[in-house]
């Protein structure tokens, strides 16, 4: 019943900037905080950026910190993460997770199909 979608991954040279959206379905009820993960080849799924409910809270893994935006749009039901500054390091496939009750990927209860961002030097 609950979906998230994630788009707008790509391919940029170092420095380049992507924005990625995640559309969420049967999900309007939101009880905890939604956010990013990524995961990069041989590698765990690391958290990246979560963001409350009402979207006055925001929190960011230190390795993007000050390169990287979390927004949404309760509107349109969709959150959205802005990457600027984007490094090799940022190379790795891009998740979006709802209700979550903690910055770890074994506390989300709902997950998009990913999204890849590749960032060449």
């Known amino acids: 019943q609950v979906q998230l979608v994630e788009s707008g991954g790509g391919s940029v040279q170092v420095g380049g900037s992507l924005t990625l959206s995640c559309a969420a379905s049967?999900?309007?009820?939101?009880?905890?905080?939604m956010g990013w993960f990524r995961q990069a080849p041989g590698k765990g799924r690391e958290w990246v950026s979560a963001?409350?409910?009402?979207?006055?809270?925001?929190a960011y893994a230190d390795s993007v910190k000050g390169r990287f935006t979390i927004s949404q749009n309760n509107a349109k039901n969709t959150l959205y993460l802005q990457m600027n500054s984007l490094k090799p390091e940022d190379t790795a496939m891009y998740y979006c997770?709802?209700?979550?009750?903690?910055?770890?990927?074994?506390?989300?209860?709902?997950w998009g199909q990913g999204t890849q961002v590749t960032v060449s030097s």
């Open positions: 963001i409350s409910t009402g979207g006055s809270t925001a």
């Open positions: 997770a709802a209700d979550c009750q903690a910055y770890s990927a074994s506390w989300c209860r709902y």
């Open positions: 049967g999900y309007t009820y939101r009880r905890y905080y």
